[in-house]
C-alpha cells in the first residue's frame, strides 16, 4: 500500500457497520449498522448522508429493480419507505425461529435475493440461506451458523457463502437460471 493517499469522506461512528452496496445508477453507498439498528445512504458527489432508524436488527439492505431499499429485517425483507423512515415487510423468513435474525441479504444476475441468517446467541447450525424468488421464498441450504457474504460467479456456476462462525467459505454448484443449488456443505 505504501504511499496510497486515503481521504476520508464521510466520518460517523457505527456499532457494526456491514453490507457495502454500491448503486452505480444513483451513485450512492448503502449499507447498515446492525447493533445501531440503522439503514445508512451516502452521496459521495454531494456529500449527503441519509440514515433510517429500524425496529430490529437489520442485516443488510439490496436495492429492487424499482431501485427501493429492501431491508433484511429480523422478520425478513422490508420495503424501506425513505420519506417516512417505515419498513413494509414483504416476504417473512423464519418466522418460526424468533431466536434467529437475518445476517447478509445480496441480490444475484437474475434479480434474486438471498439472505443468510443466524442466531443472536451464534447457536451452532441454527441459521440458514434462503433464495428469495418474486413471492417464493426457498431455504437453499441449511444447518450454518453464521450465513454471511453470499457471492456469484453465474458464468462459472458458483455460489460462495461464508459461514463466519466457522471459519469456512462453501462452494456451492449454482445454476443462474433456476437458482438451485448443489454441493455445499456436507
Known sequence: MGD???????????EH???????AATVRL???DITGQRVHCFDPATGNHSSWATAGQPGGVVLSTAGEPVVASPEGLAVL???TGTMDLRDPIEQDRPENRANDVKTDGQGRAWVGTMAFDKRPRNAALYR???AKVTCA?????ICDGP???EPQGRLYLADTAMF???VFDLDPATGALAGGPA
Open 151 to 153: 457471492a456469484f460467479d
Open 4 to 14: 496510497t493517499a486515503v481521504e476520508v469522506t464521510l466520518s460517523i461512528r457505527a
Open 132 to 134: 428469495v424468488d418474486g
Open 30 to 32: 448503502w449499507w447498515v
Open 141 to 145: 441450504a441449511e444447518r450454518l451458523t
Open 81 to 83: 419507505d425513505r420519506a
Open 17 to 23: 457497520a456491514e453490507g457495502p452496496l454500491w448503486d
Open 168 to 170: 469456512v467459505v462453501d
